[in-house]
Structure formats: structure tokens, C-alpha cells
């Protein structure tokens, strides 16, 4: 994990893990401070989850339809090409970036049984736990966004019958370019189908596991400022 070495000057892995840890233990020595200072960013933050448990239940809702379009497709004596690897990719998609709206939600599983023992207990066993699956998690969207970049250098492409049309991609390509190659990659737009890429299936895996690792750092930190965990269980009545 040095990939960053060269630009920033320090191993990636200390931008990863110690960085984050030195705020974590610094808003736990000036929570005073910490929590006026914080607060826009964890109403940000708030939104952010919202909007990414909004992302999931929408493709929650596109596999029903692609389900439907299925069922249209052979009632009607057409083929729908790709439509399992696409239901896939939205179950896939539908996983990951409910992750950390989950977490904020309580909906993760938490063994919770020596956290009830005394408020000493609930306070620091809560901390390690949240410390050690902040890491595990930043691990995780270390690599899964390295899989992404690997994905594209290696032009990996699905195995099943699914293509997508080459100017999405082209579109896609624009976005993530600087303005000066905007023109060849325009010039370069064609108008057919192409076999999926699978670094596309793979954007809301990346994105799904860095905003979990920021959701535990965040809750880690939240933890330490006021003293109580802000992860609570949504009650159905």
C-alpha cells in the first residue's frame, strides 16, 4: 500500500488507517471543540447515506423490472439478451450501496451482549469493535476500487449475452476525463452495442464499500465525541 508515495509523500496506508485514527483520537481529546466543528459534516454525511439507501431501493426496483420485461419478452416470443446479467448487477448494485444506510439504520448485525454490562464497557468495547471493522471495511474499498482501475486496464469484459450501448460509455469516459481528450473521445463515440465492461458493474461495488469504510469512521468518531454510539434500530410499530 504505497501507491501514493510518490505524490503525497507518505504510504497509502497511512493515509488509509493512521490518519483517520489521529482525527479519531484527537475528537475524542477536544470532543468539545470536535462536535461544533463537526456537526455540518455530519448532517452532510446523513444526507449522503440517505441518498445512497435512495440508490439501493432504486435498483431494488430495477430488477422487478427487468423481472416484468422478462415475462413480457417471452409471452411475446422475444429474447431479452443479458437480462440475468443485468438483474445480477442490479442485486449487486442494490447490496452494496445500502451498506452504509444499513449501518446508520442498525441494521447491521451487532452482538451487543458486554456492551450492556456498564457504561465503561459500552463505550470502549463499542470503539474497538467500530475501530477494527473501519479498517477491515477500508481495506476492502482499497481494493475493490483497485479491482475497478484494473478492470478497465486489462478492457475485462462479461462473459454472458449483455452489451450496452458504446456512446454510454463513451459518456462515462467523458466524465471521468480531463477536458483536453474530451474531443477524441468524442470523435471515437460509436453508435453499436458493446459486450459489458466489467469495471461498469463493478462502479457501485467501489463506491458501496468506500462509503461503508466512511459511514465506520464516521460512527467511530461520532462515538468518541458524545460518548454514545449514533447507530439506532429503526422500531416498527
Do not use: C
Request: charge should be neutral; glycine fraction near 4%.
Amino acid at each position: 500500500m504505497s501507491d501514493w508515495s510518490p505524490f503525497w509523500g507518505l504510504p497509502l496506508w497511512v493515509w488509509l488507517f493512521v490518519m483517520p485514527s489521529v482525527l479519531a483520537l484527537s475528537a475524542r481529546i477536544f470532543r468539545h471543540q470536535a462536535q461544533f466543528l463537526l456537526r455540518p459534516i455530519w448532517w452532510l454525511l446523513d444526507k449522503v447515506y440517505i441518498a445512497s439507501g435512495l440508490l439501493a431501493a432504486g435498483f431494488m426496483v430495477t430488477i422487478l423490472v427487468i423481472i416484468l420485461a422478462q415475462m413480457a419478452a417471452r409471452w411475446a416470443g422475444l429474447t431479452f439478451e443479458g437480462s440475468t446479467e443485468f438483474a445480477g448487477y442490479a442485486m449487486a448494485a442494490t447490496s452494496f450501496f445500502a451498506l452504509a444506510h444499513a449501518l446508520t439504520r442498525g441494521a447491521h448485525i451487532r452482538v451487543s451482549i458486554f456492551l450492556n454490562m456498564n457504561n465503561f464497557t459500552r463505550l470502549w468495547l463499542d470503539a474497538a469493535a467500530m475501530l477494527i471493522a473501519a479498517m477491515t471495511a477500508t481495506y476492502f474499498a482499497r481494493y475493490a476500487v483497485k479491482t475497478n482501475y484494473m478492470s478497465e486496464m486489462l478492457n475485462d469484459r462479461t462473459q454472458g449475452q449483455d452489451q450496452v450501448p458504446e456512446a454510454f460509455l463513451s459518456f462515462l469516459n467523458l466524465i471521468s476525463s480531463s477536458p483536453d481528450k474530451w474531443a477524441l473521445i468524442w470523435s471515437n463515440m460509436g453508435d453499436g452495442y458493446v459486450y459489458t465492461p466489467v469495471w461498469l458493474p463493478q462502479i457501485p461495488m467501489s463506491i458501496g464499500t468506500v462509503l461503508l469504510a466512511i459511514a465506520l469512521w464516521d460512527n467511530l468518531i461520532r462515538l468518541l465525541v458524545l460518548s454514545k454510539t449514533a447507530i439506532t434500530s429503526e422500531v416498527l410499530r
